[in-house]
């Protein structure tokens, strides 16, 4: 029997940051018609992710892929879920 490792979407996020919370909050709609978890990353938190993803949060990776900023782009994302797994 063989267990599949479950998918992790991270979203690079900030506090009192509307666009994280929306992202994140549509990314949860999605969670069940694709299986997969969600790291939420404070960038704030580290000055490398503060320099790399600070003028552009939310940006949701997979690993070390970006699937978009700002907005989550539905289309995209369900592409991408749907062509991995």
């Given at each position: 029997?063989?267990?599949?490792?479950?998918?992790?979407?991270?979203?690079?996020?900030?506090?009192?940051?509307?666009?994280?919370?929306?992202?994140?909050e549509a990314l949860q709609g999605l969670q069940?018609?694709?299986?997969?978890?969600?790291?939420?990353?404070?960038?704030?938190?580290?000055?490398?992710?503060?320099?790399?993803?600070?003028?552009?949060?939310?940006?949701?990776?997979?690993?070390?892929?970006?699937?978009?900023h700002f907005r989550l782009?539905?289309?995209?994302?369900?592409?991408?879920?749907?062509?991995?797994?």
């Amino acid at each position: 029997m063989t267990t599949e490792r479950p998918l992790i979407l991270t979203v690079y996020s900030r506090a009192y940051c509307h666009l994280c919370d929306e992202m994140i909050e549509a990314l949860q709609g999605l969670q069940g018609l694709f299986h997969f978890n969600i790291a939420v990353i404070d960038v704030d938190s580290d000055p490398e992710l503060e320099r790399r993803h600070g003028e552009t949060v939310p940006v949701l990776m997979h690993n070390e892929r970006e699937l978009c900023h700002f907005r989550l782009e539905p289309s995209i994302v369900t592409a991408y879920l749907s062509q991995i797994r």
